[in-house]
């Protein structure tokens, strides 16, 4: 074989490679990045596009200016560490925020290439994002917390309602109702201080909220409906169950439909943003928004059993439906309109 030929295989050689190595640098879920010594990109791949929101050579400079993003600074300075030091690897956790607002947790590895002369040599910078999995993690331990709370806190309040009884219920049934409510206050404040839950997370905010009141109002309608028809079948079977009392009694309404504003308000979030959708975060398999419904509905209806077994079939039912509004909404806005003309119709038809 001349040397001619042998040039010719060379080369050929030399281009597989450039093109295999390009191929698998592409086709990589890690993020790389090639500098030269003075900071310079000379490569990055596709993933660093994406991650990094930019093909810009001069995607360094910005960390320079006045106007940087001061919560990417250990970013650029696990990059800036490594061309000081250029004989350490660099490794750090840390986020990155490109100019689209979107937070990215990368595990940064930055380190020395060595060049064939002095000034040919560079850096290489690979990211692994793990922002779903840290995603993932942080919401199992907001889930967590938030259960844990619960729980301790159904303790609490089968031990009063225990004591309550045994004391031969010294006060009036509604102050363990109230009890309810103030434990949904605890529990709200320790989602807000120890969590990392945002409001929409919480089913507070709603993208649509003129066609979720909309659909929380159908179901209101139905349940309204059903109450009516509940109530002129009791007064056929026993016409004197309401005997001297209006159909439709709206002089109940008053500082007490008021209140029931905000006990609705409160029990909707109890019920869905705090058991129903931290449930469903912690859950695995393809039925865990109905278990999750399930659960939050039977430990919404023990929480009444102090109202007795009727009042808890109700509320069971009432939770049920609802949490399937939840579930398709994910706010409570359309639930807690329907929870409340529930409550307030009820007292109007005389079941409270």
């Known amino acids: 074989?001349?040397?001619?030929?042998?040039m010719i295989e060379y080369q050929q050689a030399e281009n597989v490679n450039r093109s295999f190595t390009d191929r698998v640098l592409r086709d990589m879920r890690n993020a790389v990045?090639?500098?030269n010594e003075s900071g310079k990109v000379l490569y990055l791949n596709q993933a660093a596009e994406h991650i990094l929101n930019t093909r810009n050579e001069q995607f360094l400079s910005p960390a320079l200016s006045e106007d940087a993003d001061p919560r990417n600074d250990d970013?650029?300075?696990?990059?800036?560490?490594?061309?000081?030091?250029?004989d350490e690897v660099n490794q750090k956790h840390?986020?990155?925020?490109?100019?689209?607002g979107q937070e990215y947790h990368l595990h940064v590895t930055c380190s020395r290439l060595e060049g064939e002369k002095e000034d040919e040599g560079g850096f290489v910078?690979?990211?692994?994002?793990?922002?779903?999995?840290?995603?993932?993690?942080?919401?199992r331990r907001d889930a967590t917390i938030v259960l844990i709370s619960v729980i301790v806190m159904i303790g609490i309040w089968i031990f009063v309602y225990a004591l309550y009884e045994a004391l031969g219920?010294?006060?009036?049934?509604?102050?363990?109702?109230?009890?309810?409510?103030l434990m949904a206050i605890i529990l709200f404040v320790i989602a807000l201080k120890e969590t990392s839950f945002t409001t929409k997370e919480m089913g507070l905010k709603s993208d649509n909220l003129k066609k979720d009141l909309g659909q929380g109002g159908l179901v209101a309608l139905v349940l309204v409906g059903l109450m009516a028809g509940i109530k002129l079948s009791i007064m056929h079977k026993n016409p004197d169950a309401y005997a001297g009392k209006p159909f439709i009694d709206l002089s109940v309404l008053g500082l007490r439909t008021l209140r029931y504003?905000?006990?609705a308000l409160l029990q909707e979030f109890l019920a869905r943003c705090v058991m129903q959708e931290n449930l469903t975060r912690i859950l695995d398999g393809k039925y865990r928004d109905y278990i999750s419904l399930a659960i939050s509905t039977l430990i919404f209806m023990v929480l009444h059993v102090h109202r007795g077994l009727l009042y808890m079939i109700g509320a069971a039912v009432l939770m049920?439906?609802?949490?399937?509004?939840?579930?398709?909404?994910?706010?409570?806005?359309?639930?807690?309109l329907a929870h409340f003309c529930f409550g307030t119709f009820g007292d109007i038809f005389g079941f409270g």
């Not at 074989?1 to 042998?6: A, G, I, P, T, V």
């Not at 970013?75 to 250029?86: K, L, M, V």
């Not at 840390?94 to 689209?100: E, G, H, L, S």
């Not at 910078?125 to 919401?139: F, G, I």
């Open 75 to 86: 970013f650029f300075q696990c990059i800036f560490d490594a061309i000081e030091h250029g």
């Open 125 to 139: 910078l690979t990211m692994c994002d793990e922002t779903r999995a840290d995603t993932l993690a942080q919401k």
């Open 94 to 100: 840390v986020r990155y925020f490109n100019d689209d």
């Open 320 to 336: 049920g439906s609802l949490g399937l509004l939840y579930k398709r909404q994910r706010n409570i806005w359309g639930t807690f």
């Open 169 to 181: 219920r010294p006060f009036d049934v509604t102050y363990l109702s109230r009890f309810t409510e």
């Open 33 to 35: 990045v090639i500098l």
């Open 1 to 6: 074989m001349d040397k001619s030929e042998q």
């Open 261 to 263: 504003v905000f006990v």
